[in-house]
């Protein structure tokens, strides 16, 4: 029976917690007496048999839709949507659960005589995936029956001729999408829902937008006002695509909405990496002796080399849960299953929040987490992983352990770089930024070329970066890099500290000598349910 | 008399070159550079010529260049040794009679340096000379004078790093009683940059590059704001003084050295070209500036100017540049005009002005003075090259010799 998450009240005892650290890792031991630590819940079961899973979800619809048969007509145009190379974090084993589910819906397609049928990658503004990616997610089946004929594709949101404007919100927010999607009588969505903020209308009203009608909810206004965007319901950027939904739906345009939940068998039951998921005063000799082997030779690796180890892990995730049907029918069994694996219960606020950054984050994958990334990491994703309460009371401190490289990937990030070589040399006040130069990189036409032709981000996607770390910017009173690069953390706008008690030390300016300190000890993923 | 004397020295000259390459400045503890307590005083060459005593006198990065041994050979045969460096100069002309003298018989000049066909006592005077681009002067070697391209760095002539030196009435300029003598200092690099800015032909709304923010870099900014109101000027700056700096003078947007390719397709929404096509690292831009000025000189700043200046645009060579490497197939490929700027004489886009009294103007309404950033007494020879060869990092902008308290200068 796997244990439940927990929090551990640090005592004398209790040994080094675990910080991630990009692709290396620190030890540290935390102040006995104000200090805990929040630890995820082990993976729970996986369903024994996915396949058989997904065949009776496609079966049995939740809400008010028909099983997937009963909507498959000879001579339909059908597309199928799937989330794109920023989902699951890290990449899984093969056979991808997005290969799993479209064989399927594949096979019922051509059983019912369809046969004009696209796949597109809903990426909205991320980049392109390339080929490998493609085959990895779909299998090379999929991959070679349609790619070659022009059936499987990469969303591309900048491009007229293949964008259609549905409408418009009561709040004026307008709606665009995949015109091939938009106009096919059967629009399949298929989504790996890794933490709660994914999915639902989301995947359409996002995945398969364009800018015009993206920058209604990705914006520092409506970050500021999704406490936290991990928890749907009090997420403005929720109500937002679920408004842009209604326009969908209003529209007449037919959505089957496909959602999956993964369990927190991240790193494996066994194998170098599988004492990350395990509580460190479980660690064996052998656990001990595997980390300090990996660590050390971690540090005396290029981090090019680092990167290229990390980067080809692929996480032994067992599938938990997959529901399809109707959106919101759907996704709201999809939160519960995505909560009872991550929630963990939390009492009360602490005075300063410490979490070590993994390697990886949604936008850095095959790729360079460079600073920018690493801000939207731990100030957007990380700092809104809970219900109810921020765990860090507002005016307090953030630590983040991370390398934070002055580094960026010149093919997936060119609009980072100006972004960081311009816009954060002039300010990091994101109501600035999104006044001064959001427009001017959402029309820069050389980012526009690299994001249709190459495989780089949208030039406006820094931004989105940055406003999604805008909540926590407002919220806390520090925010502190530890182990950064000191030029790249100043950049930012934070304080770079050589190490967890230096910045423990730079924090009690803000909180006093003895602020209390919670640690994160994430990933596995957990979501804090803060009362 | 005191003089700081370069002589040519092969021995010392080879030292200067490897100590330079270790630290910047490192020439003047080894190479041929000497403090004299008592070296000759110049000769008056011949008619209009002034026995001058040097008050300010800056340290130029052609005078960093010949210290540590980096400057061309190109040089050799237009300068005469041994020479006293210092050619930006504020000084007391030595003259009882003049009506503007100070109850002490002197009164301040700047000297404008460059040796023409008049100071060399040639008549008459060559085409350059006669049309006022006495930078120009065709006559460099020749006349009354020994070799020399300009006041410190001829052997007659005497320069500004000593108490005493001369100078042909036609290159002094009065210093107005206002004027501090940190103001009338700066107004010899100012010609210069005045001289570049308005050879840049900028037109109105250009996006020009200055590359470099040091002295000669600044200025250009500033003579660019007052010259070409409103050009948008790019200023790539290293150090945050500069930055600062660039900012105060007119710069409107800045940018890192390793940053200019990027800022400058943000400001012209050029293309950017990638080595590897149409990803990687930015190369070069497919259009870009108006006109960039090469305030620096080098390798690097050259190719930086090439890459980012759009086709059939300008590069203004500002910065002394010596035997160098550069790949100049975007400058066959852009039809870029590659045009060095040196000293000064009349300015044809300003109504044939002298460039002098434009930069007076310059001076005194950017308030240019403030820029002498630290003065040394002569005796301080290897501190004061050192600082002014490392002046951006250790945020200064001119530094200079202060020769108004030296002992040997009331003697005379």
Known sequence: MPRPGFVLDVDRSTPPILFHHGEQFRLEKLPAGRSRVIYPAEPIEALDDPDAAIHHALLHPLGDSEPLPALLKPGMKLTIAFDDVSLPLPQMKAPDVRQRIIEQVLDMAAAAGVDDVHLIAALALHRRMTEDELRHALGDRIYDAFAPHGALYNHDAEDPDNLLFVGTTKHGEEVEIN??????????????????????????????????????????????????????????????????????????????????????????????????????????GRDRLTFLGMQ??????????????????????????????????????????????????????????????????????????????????????????????????????????????????????PSYIDFFEQVLADTTDPKVIEATYEKQYAEDEWYRHLYRTSYAYHGVHPFYMWYWGAHALQHLGRVIIVGGDVRAVRRLGFMPASTLQDALEMASDVVGRDATITHLHNPPILMADVS | MKALVFSRKPARYAAAMAAGRLTPGGGAKV???????????????????????????????????????????????????????????????VDPDDRRARPDGTHRVILEPVLSCVARGIDPVC????????????????????????????????????????????????????????????????????????????????????????????????????????????????????????????????????????????????????ATGADGPVDRLADGAAVVFDCVGSADSIADAIAVAGPRGRIMLVGMAGRTSVDLTGLWHKELRLTGTYAYGVEPAAGGRRTFDLAMELVEAADLGRLVSAAYPLSRYPEAIAHAADAGRRGAVKVAFDLRAEKERDSL
């Not at chain 1, 359409?204 to 749907?232: C, P, Q």
């Not at chain 1, 679920?242 to 194998?271: P, S, Y």
């Not at chain 1, 990380?382 to 990937?409: A, C, Q």
Request: glycine letters at 10%.
């Open chain 2, 31 to 93: 190479g041929p550079l000497k403090l004299r307590h008592d070296h000759d005083h110049p000769a008056l060459p011949g008619p209009g010529w002034r026995y001058i005593k040097p008050r300010l006198a800056g340290i130029c990065g052609s005078d960093l260049a010949t210290i540590d041994g980096t400057s061309s050979r190109y040089f050799e045969p237009i300068v005469s040794f041994p020479f006293v460096p210092g050619h930006e100069v504020v000084a007391d002309l």
């Open chain 1, 296 to 413: 050390k030779g971690l540090d005396a690796m290029s981090a090019k080399r680092r990167r290229q180890i990390f980067m080809g892990w692929r996480a032994p995730y067992g599938l938990t849960s997959v529901q399809a049907g109707e959106v919101d029918a759907v996704h709201e069994v999809t939160l519960q299953n995505c909560f009872d694996q991550h929630l963990v219960p939390v009492e009360g606020q602490t005075d300063i929040l410490t979490m070590g950054l993994p390697f990886i984050c949604p936008y850095n994958v095959n790729s360079i987490m460079n600073p920018i990334l690493v801000m939207c990491l731990g100030l957007g994703y990380f700092f809104n992983l809970y219900r109810g309460k921020p765990l860090v009371r507002e005016g307090g401190v953030l630590i983040m352990s991370h390398p934070t490289p002055w580094d960026f990937h010149p093919v997936h990030h």
């Open chain 1, 179 to 284: 015109k091939r999607a938009a106009e096919s009588d059967l629009l399949v969505y298929v989504n790996i829902n890794i933490v709660a903020m994914d999915g639902g209308w989301k995947s359409t009203a996002t995945g398969l937008s364009s800018y015009r009608a993206i920058r209604h909810h990705h914006n520092v206004k409506t970050m500021e006002h999704s406490k936290s965007f991990m928890d749907r319901h009090s997420s403005e950027l929720h109500h937002s695509n679920w408004r842009q939904g209604k326009v969908l739906r209003d529209a007449g345009i037919k959505i089957f909405q496909i959602e999956t939940t993964i369990n927190n068998n991240t790193f494996g039951h066994d194998g170098p990496l599988s004492l990350l998921q395990k509580r460190e005063w479980e660690w064996t």
């Open chain 2, 127 to 274: 085409r350059h000379c006669a049309e006022g681009h006495l930078g120009n002067c065709a006559n460099l070697t020749a006349g009354a004078i020994s070799p020399g391209l300009q006041s410190g760095f001829c052997c007659d002539t005497g320069g500004g790093w000593s108490t005493l030196m001369v100078a042909h009435e036609s290159q002094l300029h009065a210093v107005p009683d206002h004027w501090t003598d940190e103001m009338a200092l700066m107004v010899e690099p100012t010609a210069c940059a005045v001289h570049s800015a308005l050879a840049g032909e900028v037109a109105e709304g250009d996006v020009v590059v200055v590359i470099g923010a040091g002295t000669l870099g600044l200025l250009t900014i500033a003579a660019l704001r007052r010259f070409a109101p409103t050009c948008t000027i790019l200023a790539v700056a290293k150090h945050p003084e500069q930055r600062t700096e660039a900012t105060k003078l007119g710069a409107d947007h800045l940018a890192a050295p390793g940053e200019v390719k990027r800022a400058v397709r943000r400001r012209t929404g050029a293309r950017a070209v990638t």
